[in-house]
């Protein structure tokens, strides 16, 4: 049994208790709500940031009514009949861009000197849907740079509250030793003890954040993802909860970094160790599995062209527009 939504007039069935995100998700394209607390493969993620609103203009075919107020997609799940609008939706455009100015008015403009420029859902964001200044006028919050880990530094200026850190050590870890300290605008990720975070797969923490708040420092500063090379690599892991997939990323010969291999929505498919993360930065630790598909729409992708486009037909109009046409289905996200 399935149930049918439509999401921006475009239908879709999927199976009972799917969220109206993950429906968009089944669509593709541009219908897909942004998302940056939202976690698929977390459990209880989801419903704290906001900017995944949506408009249901009908509850479903029983109760055709319209709901009051914009929904978190994350959280709403579909019913038959539904229907929802994303990007077709003024006020959807409308909410989401006070969304990103309230994402903002703490989290500090140093996009120049952060390791997470280039990959930052939070650029994206503030770049599709943010205003050209924000009205915010009081002095932002401010937090000293700790480490929580040997290879770990929280820059809690910049973090969002998200929560997936939390989540991800709560889920995948023996024991969470960080967390929320205090209660609202004092709220903060933290520890109680200092580089207290050395779980196995504490790294991960990393992997999940969208902003530059966690960040590896072993690659801090080291340079620029855009002029990097990310090659999908594997290899044989002791570890009996780690299946050894990561990416490398490389500048000439020289890996910089490792990290988890990520979906098309930044995130992580299978979580990795930290001994595949920070101790195997040799070629010869790995066995190279072939370049990692980066979206054209990515700063990643700089020079890294990996599609071949469709061949020109010069000399019909109409068979180069649609020519034109089908290459752009072909790389939509």
Not at 152 to 175: G, S, W
Not at 299 to 321: A, D, Q, R, W
Request: glycine fraction near 6%; hydrophobic fraction near 35%; proline fraction near 5%.
């Amino acid at each position: 049994m399935s149930v049918k939504v439509t999401i921006d007039g475009i239908a879709i069935d999927v199976e009972p208790g799917t969220s109206i995100l993950n429906a968009a998700r089944q669509i593709g394209g541009d219908i897909v709500p942004p998302a940056m607390c939202y976690y698929s493969k977390l459990k209880d993620s989801g419903g704290k940031c906001r900017t995944c609103l949506v408009k249901v203009s009908k509850g479903s075919e029983k109760d055709p009514r319209p709901m009051p107020k914009l929904v978190a997609s994350c959280r709403t799940t579909v019913m038959d009949g539904m229907e929802v609008q994303n990007i077709t939706s003024p006020e959807v455009i409308e909410a989401r861009k006070g969304i990103v100015e309230m994402l903002l008015i703490n989290h500090p403009l140093d996009c120049p000197i952060c390791d997470q420029a280039g990959e930052c859902d939070l650029q994206n964001l503030g770049f599709e849907h943010g205003a050209v200044k924000t009205r915010y006028e009081f002095d932002r919050r401010t937090f000293e740079k700790i480490d929580i880990g040997d290879k770990i530094q929280l820059h809690m200026t910049r973090c969002i509250l998200c929560y997936r850190c939390v989540f991800t050590a709560d889920q995948i870890t023996d024991h969470r030793i960080h967390g929320i300290l205090n209660r609202g605008d004092h709220s903060e990720i933290s520890t109680y003890i200092t580089a207290a975070v050395d779980n196995d797969f504490s790294g991960n923490v990393i992997d999940v954040c969208p902003v530059g708040a966690l960040t590896d420092k072993t690659f801090r500063f080291k340079n620029r993802v855009w002029f990097t090379k990310p090659v999908e690599a594997h290899r044989d892991c002791d570890h009996e909860k780690c299946n050894g997939k990561v990416t490398l990323w490389y500048k000439g010969e020289e890996v910089l970094r490792v990290t988890a291999r990520k979906d098309q929505y930044g995130e992580v498919e299978e979580f990795i160790c930290n001994t595949c993360r920070f101790d195997k930065k040799k070629t010869s630790d790995w066995v190279i599995d072939g370049p990692r598909k980066v979206s054209h729409k990515s700063v990643i992708s700089s020079n890294h062209y990996e599609f071949i486009p469709l061949p020109v037909v010069k000399t019909n109009p109409v068979l180069i527009e649609a020519n034109k046409e089908q290459f752009e289905r072909d790389n939509r996200l």
